[in-house]
């Protein structure tokens, strides 16, 4: 009869620990949930980003900006050229058209582990700096600052996955983005809606230092090249502005070799002919 009591004895005992032993299980089952659900959205980033790794590209593209309800846009044709190696990230934009600005060129260089530094070209022979508090800086008066020409936020370390939520009838992830406390930025926070078929951002909310939602970026068209998805037509507008911008890429390459020349005042210049 002793086993009868020490059955007994340890299924009371039991009974006594499974309050304990299930919260031990719900505990471990959300910390489970929480372990796989970051590295799921760094995967996604990951893969946004890496859709858009190239040693070197060019592209045209239309910069346009008008006040909401206007028929009337401000119009700019641009080539871009960037550059990606060991040390960091170069990129210059140059007005193609209106003819009255052609040449006139913006020369951004990121460096790996160090600020924003670049400088301006007005035909025919000014040269103007630029640095980090340029920043803010409006791009050819539209709602593109300097930072968000040469922003890298896909790099930033700290991310973090959020709910899922449709955008223009696609399934996205919201994912939700901070710099590291070295970083240069305005930005404390970057919230995308990523395409998880297409890993290709649908919209992008910035927010500043204070918290606030300050720039929206909604992708109206995307384009696929190469198995890679990559958005074409994008809009930007700033809560409670009555100003829009739009920013859309006519054709492009890359993998292709930008050389360091390219982006020397010497080479720039030539532009403007």
Known sequence: ????????????????????????????????IMRADEPDAKTLVRRVADAQLTSGFTIRA???????????????????????????????YQILWPTAEKGAALYLERLEKGNLTGFSFTPPDKVQ????EQLSSAYLDSDLTIEDLIDDFWRWPDVKSGAEEGVNRENCRIVNLRPSTETKSRYSLIRAWISEEKAVPMRIVKFDRKG??????????????????????????????????????SRGERDVEVPLSDFSVEEIRKGQL
């Open 1 to 32: 009869m002793d086993w009868i009591a020490d059955v007994a004895g340890a299924r009371s005992s039991s009974m006594n620990a499974r309050p304990l032993l299930l919260l031990l299980f719900v505990a471990l089952f959300a910390a489970a």
């Open 62 to 92: 239309k910069l346009m900006v008008a006040e909401a309800g206007s028929e009337t846009r401000k119009t700019f044709q641009l080539r871009i050229k960037g550059r990606r190696d060991d040390s960091g990230i170069r990129l210059l």
């Open 129 to 132: 700096s630029i640095g980090a």
């Open 212 to 249: 606030e939602a300050v720039k929206e970026f909604s992708v109206e068209k995307v384009t696929q090249r190469d198995k890679l998805w990559f958005p074409v037509s994008t809009v930007i507008r700033k809560p409670g502005g009555t100003q829009q911008t739009w920013f859309e890429i």
